[in-house]
């Protein structure tokens, strides 16, 4: 727990203590890294550019398996149960042995011929393994053996051009008891009842980043960077910070009752859960392409 775990497109995976900021290893891939880290049961996985994803050690940055995929994985490997799970942008899921790197199953979703450059995790619930594709739909996959249990469409393409057909679903599902929330570009943000498949609410939405939580509210910004706070029993939407719009948000992460986005210019914002009110703000001195860690 008190060690940060990164890795950079230029294939360089490190582990630095947390407290004092010193590197305990750092390891350089052969290949640029496109997702990751994914970090547990011992291990830490990255996928590459070169379509595999790698197992390293956590103790120590040794690697120990590489295992080859269809396509690219943008999406951060999922690790639990022993296994790893492995989405490709091409829609194809896999599950490997977390020891052996054995193939144990792949699940061929596929994906429309436009996707956006950006893909949501697999979650893994009890034996499911919920994950969502760039057509709209989201699966739930049995974690042993690989077979679809029910696949739901989370939102529905429509209009004439590839670009107005697009609703990937590249935010990760938020899953909390029997219940996943869940967004989409040019689609919906909603709650999904797992035991019967059926939206508990929904409402139009345009969303391609990771979505917050907390006991009664989910935090979203949008793909023009408005951010919203709605209520998650039954979408009512609380407040929205129109402010920031065109600034290129990061995902919203939580600290407390504030919460906190990057931009493109390099400004970190703190808003109020409450009522979005902007409390503070500091110029860090680059981009802020990923979301911070709290």
Known sequence: GNIIYTANASGTVQAINKNDGKLVWSKQLSDGIVSGPAVADGYVAVGTSRSSVILLKQSDGVETQQLKVSGDALSKPSITDNKVVVKTIDGIVYAFDLKTGEKLWVSEHGSPSLILKASSSPVI???????????????????????????????????????????????????????AYLASYQGYVGALSLSNGQFIWRKPASVYKNLAMDTTTLY???????????????GQVK???????????????LMGNRLIVGDRTGYLHVLATHNGELIARTKLSAPIDIAPAV
Do not use: C, H, Y
């Not at 590839?162 to 990937?168: A, I, K, N, T």
């Not at 793909?223 to 919203?228: L, T, Y």
């Not at 407040?239 to 992460?253: D, N």
């Open 125 to 179: 619930l009890g034996q499911l393994v919920i994950i969502g594709f760039s057509d709209g739909k989201l699966d739930a996959i049995d974690l042993q053996s690989g077979r679809v249990v029910w696949q739901r469409s989370i939102a529905f393409a429509t209009g004439s051009s590839d670009v107005e057909r697009l609703v990937d679903i590249d935010a990760d599902p938020i899953v909390r008891g029997d219940v």
């Open 220 to 234: 979203v910004t949008d793909s023009d960077d408005v951010v919203w706070a709605i209520d998650k029993q039954n």
């Open 239 to 253: 407040w929205k910070q129109l402010s920031l719009k065109a600034r290129g948000l990061s995902e919203p992460i």
